[in-house]
């Protein structure tokens, strides 16, 4: 589970990067900010020891919100007006594909336990 964690760090810090050096190209500020639903996230996590419980909540997360942003960026793909936008979304779609294939996969395995 650490591994898959440090990854998507280290996969959405890029990603993020080149969203904010696409905002900056076509002049919309992108924040850095957390939405409440992620906040409140955060602080169950924070509050939740180490071990399943955490891990539980943690890779059930990623599931849910990698189908979210999926969503997100296919209808970016089919509905997006700014060629650059659209291209930011080609190009990160199959990343979050895979990243939400092995959070399930991650999460298939966990449950089996």
Not at 13 to 33: E, H, M, P, R
Not at 46 to 55: E, I, L, N
Request: neutral net charge; glycine residues 4%; proline residues 4%.
């Amino acid at each position: 589970m650490k591994k898959f964690a440090q990854f998507m760090v280290a996969e959405h810090t890029l990603a993020q990067t080149d969203l904010k050096n696409l905002g900056t190209s076509v002049g919309i500020a992108v924040k850095d900010t957390i939405d409440p639903p992620h906040v409140a996230l955060k602080s169950l996590l924070v509050s939740t020891p180490a071990g399943r419980a955490f891990d539980s909540i943690y890779i059930y997360s990623q599931v849910a919100d990698h189908d979210a942003t999926i969503a997100n960026f296919q209808t970016e793909q089919s509905n997006g007006s700014h060629r650059d936008v659209v291209s930011y979304a080609n190009n990160y779609l199959p990343h979050i594909q895979m990243h939400r294939q092995s959070a399930d996969s991650i999460s298939r395995g966990f449950f089996r336990r």
